[in-house]
């Protein structure tokens, strides 16, 4: 098993999610989007715990997704909010703070 | 001689492993963001998240795995599916999921992929994972706990605070008043 194998795998799966927060106008699929980019980010540190024989990459990845939780309830949470003040979660109609 | 001395290091079952989950989550991740449908879309995402959790048990993880499908495929997804059903009425092909410019999206993860692509091939071409003894995997969840009550308590802690913050957060911003 070549350590490049993780790591791009990761890369692209990280590169996929970008390009959704990027392309996605529903508040809810950008969140998926982020989901996709957590996932990368965790792939990669287990990938470097066995590449150095470290459990520290383990522990890291478990933080990770603990946050990850967080984020998704608290942000749900704001998308419901923004649904019910203006009855649609469209983040290009969100310009208040337009300058 | 030389491709005998690579086939014992290299794990085949593991390599076919891994390129097949890895087709399959790519091919998922790609549908997660380009579907019209928000609820395939999540449904897809959970194709994403099983082979994540897949890679890593072939990657000697299973702590992390079995956390991966408890907390993302477990409770991460429901509460996506009640944020769909509650901001959404029709459970349907929609038009007008993308943003006007969402093709901008492309140049932007191309040029990511292809830094990433550079950066990990010269810093890991050619790094073999030498696979972790059997000892080694069966004392990874001890090593864990190791860690978590010992050099990284405080984080824990701070952790446990963050997660209360949140809940209490989502609870005061979803609340009805």
């Given at each position: 098993m070549y350590a490049v194998n993780f790591l791009l795998l990761s890369a692209a799966l990280f590169s996929i999610g970008v390009f959704g927060v990027i392309a996605r106008r529903n508040a809810v699929m950008v969140l998926m989007s982020i989901e996709l980019i957590?996932?990368?980010?965790?792939?990669?540190?287990?990938?470097?715990?066995?590449?150095?024989?470290?459990?520290?990459?383990?522990?890291?990845?478990l933080f990770v997704i603990a946050v990850a939780a967080a984020e998704v309830g608290?942000?749900?949470?704001?998308?419901?909010?923004?649904?019910?003040?203006?009855?649609?979660?469209a983040l290009d109609e969100l310009s208040e703070m337009h300058g | 001689m030389n491709a005998l001395l690579l086939a014992a290091d290299v794990n085949v079952a593991q390599n076919i492993g891994f390129y097949i989950i890895a087709a399959i989550m790519l091919y998922a991740a790609f549908s997660v963001v380009s579907t019209k449908n928000v609820v395939h879309a999540a449904l897809w995402l959970v194709v994403v998240l099983g082979g994540v959790a897949a890679q890593y048990i072939l990657a000697a993880a299973e702590f992390v795995a079995v956390s991966q499908v408890m907390v993302y495929i477990?409770?991460?997804?429901?509460?996506?599916?009640?944020?769909?059903?509650?901001?959404?009425?029709?459970?349907?092909?929609?038009?007008?999921?993308?943003?006007?410019?969402w093709k901008l999206g492309i140049p932007v993860g191309l040029v990511f992929f292809g830094?990433?692509?550079?950066?990990?091939?010269?810093?890991?071409?050619?790094?073999?994972?030498?696979?972790?003894s059997a000892a080694q995997i069966a004392s990874s969840t001890t090593l864990i706990s190791d860690g978590y009550l010992g050099d990284y308590l405080i984080p824990l802690i701070a952790l446990s605070f963050v997660l209360l913050a949140a809940a209490v957060g989502a609870i005061v911003l979803a609340r009805k008043d």
């Open positions: 957590l996932n990368s980010v965790n792939l990669n540190l287990v990938a470097f715990a066995l590449i150095n024989k470290d459990i520290d990459g383990h522990i890291f990845a608290v942000g749900l949470g704001m998308v419901l909010m923004i649904y019910r003040n203006r009855r649609s979660i | 477990g409770a991460v997804m429901v509460l996506f599916l009640f944020g769909i059903m509650l901001t959404r009425a029709s459970i349907g092909a929609d038009t007008d999921v993308n943003n006007k410019d830094v990433l692509v550079y950066t990990v091939v010269d810093a890991f071409e050619g790094t073999v994972i030498v696979e972790p």
